[in-house]
């Protein structure tokens, strides 16, 4: 298969249902079959052994197992591992591996080739959007992962890429993950986050699926989120907007939302910022993540210092907010947040 054509029924990308057409299986069970497999991680179809010698020569005229391959495997000392995967066309996407200390091991996927937001403060916002991921390579990205991990535990949509401008790849690959005769994880265990696109959380929370979701804050200044993040200067993104939004999703679905803030020194961690964050917060259903912000060399911000961060958390901690401090974890690799960032060979 030449690299810059696009694979038909890549088995990553399909639900039982869907095998069994495009297929044309005479037997159901049979697709089912398959599914396990795949979501099992089978790397080639001579492992599908409760498979008849013949279905798997004519599965391999049909079909693909895999529409990617690992192009480069990183590993941090702190345990984090970032892999840079190589697409079909050429693209480059990454994912990474978190283990926190009780040993729970996180899938930080890609949804998308590059990213069209350009958060100021991001890597992977200074690359330009490439393309949408399909399912199948979202899907792909968690199996590598527990290739070389075993077992996840969670997956978060929180890689490159913007979520809500894919939602149709986000909700096959949940379907897909989901599945009972599959991979069978549950939905409990998956997170989305979004720099705040008003739309996509409102159809989220009216269609689905109902996973955790995770919004980028930043800051609750409205002139300093605009200028850290252009998405947001579109009346419809705005923050009294967001708000509406986020406390809708809480409603509808039930679940806590995360709001997440990158801290920048001297510029989003000053008294005011904690009080407007504070503001922002009330009357609605959310937990606060603090990150501060992950080094990347050609962008103009410095990390807060020790004293910086505890000041902002004990601030916002006094108002009665739960605040969780983010770990650092894959400097060394350029796998922490907002490092991401190769997106070609």
Not at 71 to 85: A, F, M, W, Y
Not at 143 to 165: R, S, T, Y
Request: proline share 3%; net charge positive; hydrophobic share 40%.
């Amino acid at each position: 298969m030449p690299e810059t054509e696009l694979p038909q029924n890549v088995l990553t990308g399909l639900l039982p249902e869907e095998i069994f057409d495009n297929l044309e299986l005479s037997q159901s069970f049979r697709a089912k079959q398959i599914f396990k497999w795949v979501g099992n991680g089978a790397k080639t179809f001579d492992q599908m052994t409760n498979l008849s010698l013949d279905l798997r020569n004519e599965l391999k005229k049909k079909a693909v197992l895999r529409s990617s391959k690992v192009e480069s495997v990183l590993k941090d000392p702190d345990g984090t591992i970032k892999l840079q995967i190589h697409l079909y066309d050429d693209n480059i996407v990454e994912t990474v591996l978190l283990t926190d200390k009780e040993g729970r091991k996180t899938a930080c996927v890609s949804c998308q080739a590059g990213c069209a937001m350009k958060c100021a403060f991001c890597m992977t916002g200074t690359l330009g959007l490439s393309r949408n991921l399909q399912a199948y390579e979202i899907v792909e990205q968690f199996l590598f992962l527990e290739e070389i991990a075993g077992k996840l535990d969670n997956i978060v949509f929180m890689g490159m890429g913007e979520p809500l401008q894919n939602l149709a790849g986000i909700r096959k690959t949940v379907s897909i993950l989901c599945h009972k005769d599959g991979r069978a994880l549950s939905s409990k265990r998956i997170t989305l986050s979004t720099c705040g696109i008003v739309k996509g959380i409102y159809d989220l929370a009216d269609n689905g699926p109902h996973i955790r979701l995770a919004v980028s804050l930043t800051t609750a200044n409205q002139t300093l989120r605009e200028q850290l993040m252009p998405v947001c200067v579109a009346k419809e993104n705005s923050l009294e907007q967001l708000k509406k939004a986020i406390g809708y999703y809480a409603q509808k679905s039930g679940k806590r939302v995360t709001l997440e803030a990158a801290l920048l020194h001297n510029t989003n961690t000053d008294a005011q910022s904690a009080r407007k964050l504070i503001d922002f917060a009330k009357n609605i259903d959310v937990n606060i993540n603090l990150i501060p912000w992950n080094p990347v060399s050609i962008l103009p911000f410095e990390s807060p210092s020790f004293n910086e961060v505890h000041d902002f958390i004990d601030l916002l901690e006094k108002a009665g907010l739960n605040v969780t401090l983010r770990k650092k974890r894959g400097q060394k690799i350029g796998g922490a947040c907002g490092q991401l960032g190769k997106t070609v060979k």
